[in-house]
């Protein structure tokens, strides 16, 4: 019984030496090193200009005429422009006033930017904007999407942004040549508004 204790405290002995062996001889393998210098994230900016080029748009006096006479009057002319470093999309919208009594259906309109042909023929004002929560236009009636898009971000440097995306507009309207003599007397007013989101880097 002794001899068998004595063997198995031997056995137990040599183990534990051999796990200690082990442990040391894997840390002799194991290399750590740090980071030296700081993570940094800095959060870009975001923000949206809106320049007038010309005058709002003043019909008074106006009457019912084609398409040609329509495109031939002075457009109002504006610049979207990304002011900062964040690309955003935008929705240009087009928003009556409630108290407007000239109905929609005897207006057309026609939008080109300055980069692309002058259309020849005006439209109707149909694709209704659903989403009103964040024009903040006093008596607002209905909102139609014009047109929509992307400007990419510009760049920092310093305290400066430059090289942000930019869009310019006309924006025609006019009296559809097919309305009545009932038109005469009333009024029509709509404003342009550009509501814009933040689009995220792939």
């Avoid at 198995?8 to 442990?23: D, K, Q």
């Avoid at 930017?113 to 904007?129: D, F, H, Q, R, W």
């Avoid at 930019?166 to 038109?183: C, F, K, M, R, S």
Wanted: proline share 2%; hydrophobic share 35%; with cysteine.
């Amino acid at each position: 019984m002794k001899a068998r204790y004595k063997i198995s405290l031997l056995l137990i002995g040599l183990m534990l030496i051999g796990c200690i062996y082990i442990t040391q001889s894997y840390a002799l393998w194991i290399v750590r090193e740090e980071q030296t210098n700081e993570n940094e994230v800095e959060v870009g900016c975001f923000s949206v200009g809106f320049t007038e080029k010309s005058e709002s748009i003043n019909l008074n006096n106006t009457y019912p005429m084609n398409d040609s006479l329509g495109l031939s009057s002075s457009p109002y002319t504006f610049t979207i422009t990304n002011t900062c470093t964040i690309n955003n999309s935008y929705v240009l919208t087009l928003n009556t006033i409630s108290t407007n009594t000239l109905d929609v259906s005897n207006i057309k309109y026609a939008l080109h930017k300055s980069t692309e042909a002058k259309p020849e023929v005006g439209s109707k004002l149909t694709n209704i904007n659903q989403d009103t929560k964040n024009l903040n236009v006093n008596n607002l009636g209905t909102s139609y999407i014009l047109d929509s898009g992307v400007l990419p971000g510009g760049t920092k440097v310093g305290e400066q942004v430059s090289g942000g995306g930019e869009v310019t507009y006309n924006l025609y309207l006019w009296i559809d040549d097919i309305a009545g003599n009932e038109v005469e007397g009333q009024t029509f007013e709509a404003s342009i508004n550009v509501t814009s989101v933040a689009v995220e880097d792939e």
